[in-house]
Nanobody
Framework: QVHLVESGGGSVEAGGSLTLSCTIS????????MAWFRQVPKKGREGIGI???????DYADSVKGRFTISKDNTKRILYLQMNSLKPDDTAEYYC??????????????????WGQGTQVTVSS
């Protein structure tokens, strides 16, 4: 079992930056695939960034070039650096971990564990 806790959300003006953190605890010896998702009210969770099997990262078109994922394995923290934020980036942000990484890594059903979310609000 893995426990995930997001932090770092807040309010920022358009064009600003925020860095979200996802602290990982529990069974960290297993090889999990991980990702960042976001969700706005009345919509499903959108996968925005994933870690591929080879350790590289991939991003949804909506955030590519503006958001960057990194991972500190020593501290067991997954980061999401968000630059050039837009009002459309306003959402609840979640990190996720999954045991079976053979499915679509941008889909919620691939992941077994979720954090509680952290709110990001971008004002125009």
């Amino acid at each position: 079992q893995v426990h995930l806790v997001e932090s770092g959300g807040g309010s920022v003006e358009a064009g600003g930056s925020l860095t979200l953190s996802c602290t990982i605890s529990g069974d960290t010896d297993s090889n999990y695939c991980m990702a960042w998702f976001r969700q706005v009210p009345k919509k499903g969770r959108e996968g925005i960034g994933i870690i591929l099997r080879d350790g590289s990262y991939d991003y949804a078109d909506s955030v590519k070039g503006r958001f960057t994922i990194s991972k500190d394995n020593t501290k067991r923290i997954l980061y999401l650096q968000m630059n050039s934020l837009k009002p459309d980036d306003t959402a609840e942000y979640y990190c996720a971990a999954g045991l079976d990484c053979s499915g679509d890594l941008y889909k919620t059903w691939t992941y077994n564990y979720w954090g509680q979310g952290t709110q990001v609000t971008v004002s125009s």
